[in-house]
């Protein structure tokens, strides 16, 4: 009974990270403002994408909203951050994976710009 009880926990377990694996990850804003765009760039190479708030509804990120991040692969990245202040930011060397969330707190922007 305790056999059959491990190897169904295993195999929920198994196919949950496999499930994980097919989603995309998410941003979570924990910044003071509101994001009105979101660049990411593989770390240090100053290579930014399209702007991925544009896969939000409304086209921003409110503060403690998640946002959907598309093709962007497992590594590390930089994101450039602009929220609806003006202020543009950076974030360096984020991890970023399938299925995960990363988060932002004012704490991680540096080179902040009115």
């Known amino acids: 009974m305790w056999a059959r009880i491990l190897v169904a926990a295993l195999l929920l377990a198994q196919t949950s990270g496999a499930f994980a694996q097919n989603r995309p990850p998410r941003f979570w804003n924990l910044t003071k403002?509101?994001?009105?765009?979101f660049y990411l760039s593989k770390a240090g190479l100053n290579q930014w994408g399209?702007?991925?708030?544009?896969?939000?509804?409304?086209?921003?990120?409110?503060v403690d909203e998640r946002l959907r991040i598309t093709d962007t692969p497992a590594g590390k990245y930089d994101a450039r951050v602009v929220d609806v202040s003006g202020r543009t930011c950076?974030?360096?060397?984020?991890?970023?994976n399938p299925g995960e969330i990363f988060s932002l707190e004012e704490k991680d922007l540096t080179a902040c710009s009115p």
């Open 33 to 37: 403002n509101t994001v009105k765009e």
């Open 90 to 96: 950076l974030a360096k060397d984020i991890q970023i």
């Open 50 to 62: 399209a702007n991925q708030c544009k896969n939000d509804k409304d086209g921003t990120v409110d």
